[in-house]
């Protein structure tokens, strides 16, 4: 699903790389927690993924295509193969509830009908069946992270890429996304959380990378936060 | 692409920002008003260049017997019929150059010159033989005038050799200024027009990088989220080439009404050619705004 095969990131007028020499694999349908204190080099790891960085030396291949050689005008059709989450939502504020997870699909072309069907689907997978015409602005942050979730998953992909997911909720709430990233993880689909939610991590047990200074020091099945950071 | 999407998103995208969208309609109206207008007038010289200058002759002017006074080359009086024949033989001799000659003696002068000059006080002073008898020369390309010149200049009795396409040139070169100050205008207002589009693009792609940033999330093709962009400001300049059509027909209903009553003498372009040029500045105006739009995209939306 993703590998790094001596994957090196260094940006203009920076000394030290952010992210140096790392390799590792994640089969499809892990659930994976990316940890590490901020400049650790956990953003520039997702945005390899992303492709809105390509790699300074080695390769970074996600979903089965080497990103360093994918030329600009495949990314679009890239990035429909995942779904990506973050810290800030990411919601278009006049837009409603299903405005918001209809906008993605009008935008990749998809046809009004299917649209019409899918979306209240996975608005009830996330739980926020008959919140459908509220304004994102009426709804909690873990509510509004699970339109952005939504909006992620709508067109089922292989792979979800979170960006501190639970950074802006209240403990409750990272829990309700939680169980919901876990959700949808059992329906197969790979998912790549970046956190610093120590509680979180103890309490899935998953498998745990660690980045420290660019360097991938730890990765562990069944693991925890770890050191105190 | 859904066009119901791509109208909304333009409409939005240009109410929000009114104002740019009114200076870059006007400054694309003036600046390819100014390029029809340039154009127009190239017609127009034109025109008048192929209506002129099938009517232009060279005339060679003789000696008369005033002359003898004060023009050093016919201080041998008025010129002889000998050398009017002569010159006519010569003329005939020419016939790759000259198309027709006709000769016109004194008193017709006269009596042309009269009708021309009906008012002039000198009428009652002057007699026929004060006006010079000529050969009117017709060219088969009014632009040799130099080979009729060099042959005939300063020959026995020959006061002078002129030609009547100097007159026109005139006014030709006046027109011809006229056109180059109109694009020289042009050039300037379109390099604002330009800036202007790029400016508002460059708002606009700040105001909505919400949205794009989500539509490149989600994998929105690079043509449908630029596309919004690009249309909006192909579309300010559609409405800029409308005004700017508008002007030039204004311009050509002033001239056909007001000017053509007054300035007889000149044929004026008809409306089949203004109508001709509207095509040609909306799509000037609409590629270039639409281009300006993709390279600031370019710099500002990147994938």
């Known amino acids: ?229 | 692409m859904r066009a119901q999407f791509v109208l909304s998103e333009i409409g939005v995208g240009l109410r929000r920002n009114l104002t740019m969208t009114i200076a870059v309609v006007v400054s694309v109206a003036l600046s390819l008003a100014l390029a029809g207008a340039s154009l127009l007038v190239r017609d127009q010289v034109n025109s008048m260049k192929g209506y002129w200058y099938d009517k232009v002759e060279v005339s060679i002017y003789f000696c008369t017997k005033a002359d003898a006074r004060n023009s050093p080359q016919c201080d041998k009086g008025a010129a002889t019929d000998q050398q009017i024949a002569d010159i006519k033989t010569q003329l005939d001799k020419m016939d790759s150059v000259v198309q027709t000659s006709t000769f016109e003696n004194s008193t017709e002068a006269y009596k042309h010159w009269k009708e021309m000059n009906p008012d002039n006080p000198l009428i009652s002073v002057l007699g026929p033989d004060a006006i010079p008898q000529s050969w009117r020369v017709k060219l088969k390309d009014p632009t040799k005038y130099d080979v009729i010149q060099s042959a005939f200049a300063g020959k026995p009795g020959v006061k002078s050799v002129e030609d009547q396409r100097k007159i026109l040139e005139n006014l030709f070169g006046l027109l011809n200024g006229l056109q180059t100050a109109a694009f020289v205008i042009m050039v300037l207002m379109l390099f604002v027009a330009l800036l202007l589009i790029v400016n508002t693009v460059r708002v606009s792609a700040f105001s909505r990088r919400r949205e794009t940033g989500i539509m490149r999330l989600v994998g929105a093709s690079n043509f449908y989220v630029q596309m919004p962009f690009i249309a909006e400001a192909a579309f300010s300049a559609l409405l800029g080439a409308v005004m700017a059509s508008g002007l030039l027909l204004g311009g050509h209903f002033f001239v056909q009404n007001w000017l053509a009553e007054r300035v007889q003498f000149i044929h004026f372009i008809g409306l089949s050619s203004v109508l001709a040029v509207i095509p040609l500045l909306v799509v000037v105006g609409m590629g270039m705004a639409g281009i300006a739009a993709f390279f600031t995209l370019r710099k500002y939306l990147k994938v």
């Open chain 1, 1 to 229: 699903m993703i590998r790094f095969d001596n994957v090196s990131k260094t940006y203009p007028k920076q000394n030290r790389p952010a992210l140096d020499n790392v390799s590792l694999e994640i089969e499809k349908g892990e659930f994976v927690f990316l940890v590490g204190s901020s400049g650790s080099g956990k953003s520039t790891f997702l945005r390899l993924c992303l492709r809105e960085e390509r790699p300074s030396t080695g390769e970074v291949h996600v979903l089965g295509k080497d990103l360093g050689k994918l030329s600009n005008w495949k990314v679009p059709h890239m990035r429909r193969q995942l779904g990506t989450v973050f810290q800030d939502f990411r919601l278009l504020p006049n837009k409603t509830v299903a405005q918001n997870v209809a906008f993605a699909l009008e935008v990749i072309g998809k046809p009004k009908s299917a649209i019409g069907k899918v979306v209240p689907e996975v608005l009830d997978l996330v739980g926020l069946g008959g919140k459908e015409d509220r304004m994102p602005g009426e709804l909690s942050g873990g509510e509004q992270q699970r339109v952005a979730i939504a909006r992620a998953f709508v067109n089922r992909p292989m792979l979800l890429i979170a960006d501190e997911p639970t950074g802006n909720l209240d403990p409750q709430n990272s829990v309700g996304i939680m169980k919901l990233l876990d959700r949808i993880n059992r329906t197969g689909t790979t998912v790549l959380m970046a956190t610093h939610d120590q509680a979180i991590v103890d309490q899935m047990r998953k498998r745990v990378i660690e980045l420290d200074k660019g360097l991938l020091v730890r990765d562990q099945a069944r693991g925890v936060y770890g050191y105190q950071h």
